[in-house]
């Protein structure tokens, strides 16, 4: 089974920076898609920003120009670099990744989340 943990969390004050780390594990044939979504308290669960596994990059608006997602040279971590944090951004940030066993099963994984907390 793939398995992502998430690391990197915490709390920071408005306008610091957190980098956010998601390991992956498992046996992946083939990845359609990796990112990271977010939840606060009372509200759906939302794309933050994610990446294809052609490079193309996707920001939910609110976090364009702040946030920046990468993957690592071994293609086992994926990175979210959050600069200018604002209280706004305070949620539990989750790791998503989408691709295939094998030719037949496909599969979507998420992490166990990681807190943010942005407060002064």
């Known amino acids: 089974q793939v398995q992502l943990v998430e690391s990197g969390g915490g709390l920071v004050q408005p306008g610091g920076s957190l980098t956010l780390s998601c390991t992956v594990s498992g046996s992946i044939f083939s990845t359609v898609a990796m990112g990271w979504y977010r939840q606060a308290p009372e509200k759906e669960r939302d794309l933050v920003a994610r990446m294809t596994a052609g490079g193309s990059t996707d920001y939910a608006d609110s976090v364009k120009g702040r946030f920046t997602i990468s993957r690592g040279d071994t293609k086992n971590t994926v990175y979210l670099q959050m600069n200018s944090l604002k209280p706004e951004d305070t949620a539990v940030y989750y790791c998503?990744?989408?691709?295939?066993?094998?030719?037949?099963?496909?599969?979507?994984?998420w992490g166990q989340g990681t807190q943010v907390t942005v407060s002064s």
């Open positions: 998503n990744v989408v691709g295939y066993y094998n030719y037949l099963r496909s599969f979507d994984s």
